[in-house]
């Protein structure tokens, strides 16, 4: 089974501290990703990463940065944490290619940002 | 960039009845589309997929549908179960990585 693992199920920040949010993914998929998800908003693209070190915005990428040394894991900054980054984050993966496509989820970051 | 539009946002169906959930896509060039299920506190998980090479496709109660020229996609849920009430998510992927979803579709089973 394909595992996607997130560092922390809750954090609580204060605002302007530098956060960091960790993803791991244990089955050497190239792509990864970083949602935020909010009430009635849906899931919607932060960053993601399609290989080490290479990076793309996604549809809400201010205030975030991320960072992929290694091909397992995927980091999302917060350089100074605001409360309107108070949201559920979920990381993801998945293979490239013509056949693939499935994107497997981590169990969730709860961010509150006071 | 590519945008998916998902419709309802809420939808309750007596049990035993069936369910649709329809989202429309931006960019042409989509050519795979997924459905996920989150249960509350849960992580999305996928349900079913379809490629752009086909028109339909089932998986026991669940079947979606594709209509390229329109640009759009639809999730067929049958005889639903109390089990099948979470919320629902559409997405489109184009030829390069990049996976967006829609608004998400919180369906209610009554029993």
């Known amino acids: 089974d394909v595992k996607v693992t997130q560092s922390s199920r809750y954090l609580v920040k204060r605002t302007g501290e530098k956060v960091f949010l960790e993803c791991v993914q244990d089955m050497d998929h190239e792509n990864m990703f970083w949602y935020r998800q909010d009430p009635g908003l849906g899931l919607r693209l932060i960053y993601f990463?399609?290989?080490?070190?290479?990076?793309e915005k996604g549809d809400i990428p201010e205030g975030y940065s991320v960072s992929r040394e290694k091909k397992e894991r995927f980091s999302l900054i917060l350089e100074s944490a605001s409360t309107n980054q108070t949201s559920m984050y979920l990381c993801a993966s998945s293979l490239v290619g013509q056949g693939a496509g499935e994107a497997f989820f981590g169990q969730g970051t709860r961010l509150t940002v006071v | 960039g590519e945008n998916v539009e998902q419709h309802p946002s809420t939808l309750s169906v007596q049990e035993g009845d069936s369910a649709v959930i329809k989202c429309t896509y931006s960019d042409s060039a989509s050519n795979y589309f997924p459905w996920y299920k989150q249960e509350l506190g849960k992580r999305p998980q996928l349900i079913i997929d379809?490629?752009?090479?086909?028109g339909e496709k089932k998986d026991q109660r669940i079947a979606v549908t594709l209509n390229k020229t329109a640009k759009h996609f639809s999730l067929h849920i049958t005889e639903t179960q109390p089990e099948d009430s979470a919320v629902y998510f559409c997405a489109a992927k184009a030829a390069g990585n990049k996976l967006t979803f829609g608004g998400g579709t919180r369906v209610l089973v009554k029993p």
């Open positions: 990463s399609y290989d080490v070190k290479m990076k």
């Open positions: 379809i490629r752009s090479n086909v």
